[in-house]
């Protein structure tokens, strides 16, 4: 195997002058969410456990309001933390149902337990309105205006304690505290990760199909806490969340000419990812965090390289005629799959994170586009281009491919941080508009995400540190 | 020699500034002529009233639709017709040495974004080298991908797709 590194010129990252940035205001940086011990049952071992995946779908989750043990005003909600406590439910029940993964019953359709309550629940009452699981939990504010919630959950039919947690958060974070309680339940109650605690850039589309104004924009996993962070005077594409948080690649026109910018979320200032006159695009973090994949064009010919996220030389990983574009690291950082239409179409490759070792792994019928490696590290989740446009996944060698949705242009798979859901961009024919939607591996619960415009380009950053 | 090299890099800024709203030249009719404004070297060919040399409309007017050139799906290579619509355009960047131009490269919406982005940009590089190997200074010739996302037929169609595999040659002033 023919292994080519080419050195190209060293250039530091330049800063890019700010009148030419596009940019709106910056955002303000996460706050730190602390775990905080909470009082609970903890008498004897847990004796059940509900992991079985046939099962759980099925299981009725009741979700009253959160107790609170004195209704007092929060910057995040001046009713009180009762209402507030209200919200929290109503976020988790949101949580549950939308992912189709279970089918909870909220806390407008529930009676609401007393403070005291939360540590001790009714199990009779419970029981007699077919709950199998109950989630209670508790808002209240601390003298120096963060929040305290606590978060339960409770087997119904065992009448114990599953889990619980506590977290201190600023008020502003509340609904970060409705996510970890998801989180938690979630991954008691199905054995997997945890995954509704993180956030999405995305590319906000407004305006007629041959003047469409693409801006670069944040949410929650739930679509709330949603933000522009770009004008919309100049084209952004393609963004991507550096794993920390704390950046975000993506391909912007403000010079006229496509190229990839480093956006720092807390300063709110821009980089090019590299100085060089030609264009750049498809960029892409290591799970590290410490490199950067681009890909470039010299002469009109694509390959994608690399560079440490903190500038500095950039290394060729591949030297083909053929346009080789975009990558994804493996979780393990070793290996990356890309795609390349050196075979004549587009197709999947795998090589090492070094460049060597190059193999096509899709051999199916149609074409493998936009490779995105799990974060499990398991399957390889792609744009399946065969007639239609669909989002499927195949294990790492290829094997094992399932189509998973039936757009007529669904594109751009991104995963979930627990590698169980994908989401992806559809777009309408004739009319180009587009949004954002998920299917989970069953391909079976499909649904599309609340955005305030159309929407493209999803990318599903990790949990929230 | 230096004056009129900063003067062209002026005005592609500006052009820059402005290249939002322009949509793409097969799409528009020809602008509105100034009149109060000469022409900067004296053309026979054309009309004292017609477009001025380095203006889109007045290259539209010499080349016609050559101005853009069209592709298979997924090819960049440059055809026959192709290579009539390049040698017009070349002989209009013959007798015109002072007009430098950029090659916008485009991909139709049955592509996935960022492979379109690179072959809207081989695409373009195609047409550059071809209208070099006629002659064509280099030096003339920017180039830029805009991969689906400039199209300018609206359809979700074949016929649409076909206008819209294309790489079209705009007048820098």
New interface residues.
């Given amino acids: 195997m023919t292994k080519k590194f080419l050195l190209l010129l060293t250039a530091a990252l330049v800063a890019v002058p700010a009148a030419a940035q596009d940019l709106g205001a910056p955002i303000p940086q996460d706050q730190q969410v602390e775990s905080v011990a909470i009082e609970g049952d903890d008498d004897g071992p847990l004796r059940g456990t509900v992991t079985d995946e046939s099962a759980w779908s099925d299981i009725g989750i009741a979700i009253p309001a959160f107790a609170t043990d004195r209704d007092r005003p929060t910057p995040a909600n001046e009713a009180g933390t009762g209402a507030l406590g209200r919200e929290v439910a109503r976020v988790i029940t949101a949580n549950l149902r939308n992912n189709g993964l279970f089918k909870p019953v909220g806390p407008d359709s529930l009676p609401q337990p007393a403070f005291a309550q939360v540590r001790a629940p009714a199990y009779g009452t419970w029981s007699g309105q077919g709950a199998e699981m109950l989630v209670q939990g508790y808002v209240t504010a601390r003298d120096d205006g963060r929040l305290v919630v606590g978060c339960y959950l409770y087997d119904v039919q065992l009448q114990q304690q599953l889990v619980r947690e506590g977290w201190v958060v600023a008020p502003g974070d509340w609904r970060r505290a409705a996510h970890k309680c998801s989180d938690l339940i979630f991954s008691r109650l199905t054995g997997e990760s945890p995954f509704f605690d993180s956030r999405i850039a995305y590319i906000a589309e407004t305006g007629p199909k041959d003047r469409r104004v693409k801006r670069l924009a944040v949410m929650d996993s739930d679509g709330a806490n949603h933000r522009f962070l770009t004008l919309g005077s100049a084209t952004a594409l393609t963004p991507r969340y550096s794993p920390d948080y704390s950046k975000i690649l993506y391909l912007s026109y403000v010079d006229g000419n496509p190229r990839i910018y480093v956006y720092d979320i807390g300063t709110g200032k821009q980089t090019l990812v590299t100085e060089n006159r030609n264009p750049t695009i498809a960029p892409r973090w290591s799970p590290d965090g410490k490199y950067i994949l681009y890909s470039m064009a010299v002469a009109g010919n694509t390959d994608i390289y690399r560079v440490p996220a903190t500038g500095g030389t950039s290394i060729k990983l591949t030297d083909n005629p053929g346009i080789d574009v975009g990558g994804s690291y493996s979780p393990d950082g070793s290996k990356i799959v890309f795609e390349s239409d050196r075979s004549g179409s587009q197709q999947c490759y795998v090589m090492n994170a070094d460049g060597s070792n190059q193999k096509r792994i899709s051999f199916f019928g149609g074409r493998c586009a936009t490779p995105e490696w799990s974060p499990r590290g398991d399957q390889i989740a792609f744009t399946r281009i065969a007639g239609d446009f669909n989002v499927a996944v195949m294990n790492t060698g290829g094997g094992g491919m399932r189509v998973l949705t039936k757009g007529w242009q669904d594109e751009a798979p991104t995963w979930a941080p627990n590698g169980r859901i994908i989401q992806f961009f559809r777009t309408e024919r004739n009319t180009g508009r587009s949004g954002i939607w998920q299917v989970d591996l069953t391909g079976q619960n499909e649904r599309r995400l609340p955005t305030p415009v159309d929407a493209s380009d999803p990318a599903w950053g990790p949990i929230r540190p | 020699m230096n004056t009129k090299i900063a003067t062209i890099l002026l005005l592609s800024s500006a052009m820059?500034l402005a290249?939002?709203?322009k949509?793409?030249p097969a799409?528009i009719p020809p602008p509105p002529v100034d009149t109060t404004r000469p022409t900067t070297q004296p053309t026979p060919q054309v009309q004292p009233t017609g477009p001025a040399v380095g203006t889109q409309a007045h290259f539209a007017q010499a080349v016609g639709s050559s101005t853009t050139i069209y592709f298979e799906t997924?090819r960049?290579n440059v055809d026959t017709q192709d290579a009539a619509a390049l040698q017009a355009q070349a002989q209009y960047f013959a007798r015109f040495p002072q007009v430098t131009f950029t090659i916008e490269g485009h991909a139709d919406?049955?592509g996935?974004?960022?492979?379109n982005?690179?072959?809207g940009?081989?695409r373009?590089?195609?047409a550059?080298?071809y209208l070099v190997s006629l002659g064509v200074d280099a030096n003339r010739i920017s180039?830029?991908?805009y991969?689906k996302?400039?199209?300018?037929a609206?359809?979700?169609n074949e016929s649409a797709w076909a206008q819209n595999r294309r790489a079209a040659s705009v007048i820098i002033n």
Avoid: F, I
């Fill in positions: 820059g290249a939002c709203s949509k793409a799409d997924d960049y919406e049955r996935t974004r960022e492979y982005l690179a072959l940009e081989r373009a590089n195609a550059k080298a180039v830029v991908s991969g996302e400039r199209p300018v609206l359809a979700s």
